[in-house]
C-alpha cells in the first residue's frame, strides 16, 4: 500500500521518535513504507515521513542488504566526512549540499529480529545519518552547507505557502 507523505513544515517531522517494543506490529507499516520508497524514487524512508513516530527506517536494497531497520543507532569510527547533495521526499524539491561522516558504527535489529552490528560506508552511511535524522526530528535542511542556505531557504518558503493536507 501506498502511504501519504508528510510534507514540510509538519511539526511532527520535528519530534523525537520512540523506539519499537514489538516488530511483528511493525512489519507490514515497514513494507508499505518500502513500497512507498520505490514509488517516490527514494532511496530511504523514516516512519515519520508517513506519520508514524518510532524508531523504524528503511533503505533501498540497491544500497543495504537489509531493507528495514528498526532501533538503529550509530556512532562515529572516525572523523572523516565528505559533501554531497541531498534531498528528502518530506522536502519535495528542495536540495542542498550537507557533510556527513564517510563512516559509521551501525546497531539495529532487522526485521527478522536479527541483531546487526557494523560499520558501514558510502552511501549507505550517508543515508543512514539521513535517514536516523528523521527519528531525532532533525532533517537535512538543518544541516545544508552554508553556501547553499539561501538557495533552500526560496525553497522552503515556497513549501511553506502550500498547504499541507497530510
Ligand atoms: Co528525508
Known sequence: MILEIVKYPAKSLRE???PVNNIDDIKELA???YET???KDGVGLAAPQVGQNIR???INKEYSEDWALV???????DDEQDVLQEGCLSVPGVYGRVKRYKRVFLKALTIDNKVIEKSVEGFFARILQHEIDHLNGILFIDKVLPIDK???????????EIKVDV
Open 16 to 18: 523525537k521518535s520512540s
Open 31 to 33: 513494507s508499505n513504507m
Open 37 to 39: 520508497m520505490l514509488k
Open 56 to 58: 523504524l527506517i528503511v
Open 71 to 77: 532501533n538503529p543507532e550509530i556512532s562515529f569510527i
Open 150 to 160: 539561501k538557495k533552500v531557504n526560496e525553497g522552503l518558503k515556497e513549501l511553506k
